[in-house]
């Protein structure tokens, strides 16, 4: 994947298609009202979500471990966004996983 210059914003860094369709995969109680309504955007409430994987262009998840194992895989296009979390360093995974690049 080609590195990101400072004048691209980072879909087009990637090669992205303008015609990107979003599948949020979660449970409707906690997608923002309207979302679902945006052009381009599908709401699937649906568990387990890994078999939606393999089909994916790009995963973003949080850092968590199941998100994290689950997506071995499919590293190189896994994005992942560490948060915050009492008992759980996600802030940790992420820098390990980033210091073991995909093959």
Not at 25 to 38: I, N, R, S, T
């Amino acid at each position: 994947m080609p590195a990101a210059c400072p004048d691209q914003d980072q879909p087009a860094a990637e090669r992205v298609v303008e015609s990107t369709h979003l599948v949020v995969a979660a449970p409707p109680e906690v997608v923002p009202v309207g979302l679902a309504d945006d052009a381009g955007i599908t709401v699937v409430d649906r568990y387990p979500v890994e078999p939606m994987f393999a089909d994916a262009d790009r995963v973003v998840t949080a850092a968590g471990f199941n998100a994290m194992r689950q997506l071995e895989p499919h590293r190189a296009r896994h994005r992942f966004v560490p948060l915050p979390r009492r008992y759980d360093d996600q802030f940790e995974r992420a820098r390990r996983a980033r210091s073991h690049p995909p093959d």
